[in-house]
């Protein structure tokens, strides 16, 4: 694992909710599925789109809980299908507050983004979805799948190879995330997906990192992915314009 990931896994650590709040929170429920056929169905990309302030090598913006309704309003008036919420504070600059201000805010499913490495952190705050990351959960990954399922939460279970793919399709999760970042080296192939869409079947597939453009959208669905997960390039750009962008990438 890449040295920024260890120091980020190592600052996750002290942030987990104390016992006192490892109550399990059943939230609310928003489809995420139906969402994503009826995009396809009108030929529209699936784009979840990212409230995301930073990522460890490029600060992009300062996000408040109030700026990151707005952002996530504009999203979802570009027609995304999701929202993305980047809760790590230390490196993405993302928070709680902002997902907790996100869905809100908006009408669509919310997606949690963080490193997630302890159940507590699971029913900290609403998300109608929630990221586990194969490569760092490891052995423990479906324990935690059956954990965000029993809350009522949809995991999104993301992996960048075939051996964290085979973990992951020995799960419940119907949700699979193809990442083109490898957490190694932090270097981006969009090739990722073009090689593991191919092995997946009856899960929906999310193309996630180093998408920019409509080609690259394009270029995603044409692999085999349901949908792509874009936050730097909204983010740096007319968050509204740039959502319908993607959206209509088939056009």
């Not at 009408?107 to 983004?113: A, C, D, E, F, H």
Request: hydrophobic residues 40%; aromatic residues 4%; charged residues 25%.
């Amino acid at each position: 694992m890449h040295q920024k990931i260890n120091e980020i896994l190592e600052s996750t650590k002290k942030r987990i909710p104390v016992h006192a709040n490892r109550k399990k929170l059943i939230c609310s429920h928003r489809d995420f599925h139906d969402l994503i056929k009826s995009r396809k169905q009108k030929r529209l990309v699936p784009v979840i789109a990212e409230v995301k302030p930073s990522s460890p090598t490029r600060f992009i913006r300062n996000v408040t809980p109030t700026d990151a309704a707005w952002i996530a309003q504009q999203m979802e008036s570009g027609g995304a299908a999701a929202i993305s919420v980047l809760t790590e504070p230390q490196f993405f600059k993302g928070s709680i507050e902002n997902l907790k201000a996100v869905r809100q805010g908006v009408k669509l499913p919310v997606l949690r983004k963080d490193f997630i490495i302890d159940k507590a952190q699971i029913h900290e705050e609403d998300s109608d979805l929630i990221l586990l990351i194969a490569g760092i959960l490891g052995a423990q990954l479906e324990d935690f799948v059956d954990e965000a399922i029993s809350s009522n939460r949809e995991p999104l279970v993301e992996v960048h190879n075939k051996k964290e793919l085979e973990s992951a399709l020995s799960t419940c999760t119907r949700i699979i995330g193809i990442n083109n970042r490898d957490l190694n080296n932090l270097k981006v192939d969009i090739s990722t997906t073009e090689k593991l869409a191919p092995l997946i079947s009856d899960r929906i597939i999310i193309s996630e990192s180093g998408i920019s453009t409509p080609e690259d959208a394009a270029r995603m669905i044409y692999a085999g992915a349901d949908a792509v997960l874009v936050g730097t390039s909204i983010m740096e750009g007319n968050i509204y314009e740039k959502t319908y962008e993607l959206v209509h990438a088939l056009d």
